[in-house]
């Protein structure tokens, strides 16, 4: 088992900067690869980037390109996004996920088998 603990949100106004972290903690070398999803206020859940756990690959979603930095620091058992030039669309509960499984699609939230309980990110306008 792999238990995931995210923190770093709050209210920011828009335009602002967040850096938020997930801890990993148990089964942590089993993790392949880890991701944050992302659910706005009466939306689905939402791929937001993943980033692999032993290389250099990774990538994002759209609307956070250019904006967004995901990394991973393997020695504390750390992930992060660091989220810039913040919109009031990108309010929602950001939650962190692992797996221990490859997939052709790793930004489906149905590969991760670990999860985190989320944190809240709100942005004012």
């Known amino acids: 088992q792999v238990q995931l603990v995210e923190s770093g949100g709050a209210t920011v106004q828009a335009g602002g900067s967040l850096r938020l972290s997930c801890a990993a903690s148990?089964?942590?070398?089993?993790?392949?690869?880890m991701a944050w999803f992302r659910q706005g206020p009466g939306k689905e859940r939402e791929f937001v980037a993943h980033?692999?756990?032993?290389?250099?690959?990774?990538a994002y979603a759209d609307s956070v390109e250019d904006r967004f930095v995901i990394s991973r620091d393997n020695r504390k058992n750390m992930m992060y996004l660091q989220m810039n030039s913040l919109r009031p669309e990108d309010t929602a509960v950001y939650s962190c996920?692992?797996?221990?499984?490859?997939?052709?699609?790793?930004?489906?939230?149905?590969?991760?088998?670990?999860w985190g309980q989320g944190t809240q990110v709100t942005v004012s306008s």
């Open positions: 980033i692999s756990w032993s290389t250099d690959n990774l």
């Open positions: 148990g089964r942590t070398f089993s993790i392949l690869r």
């Open positions: 996920a692992a797996t221990s499984t490859t997939a052709s699609d790793p930004w489906s939230q149905e590969r991760y088998t670990y």
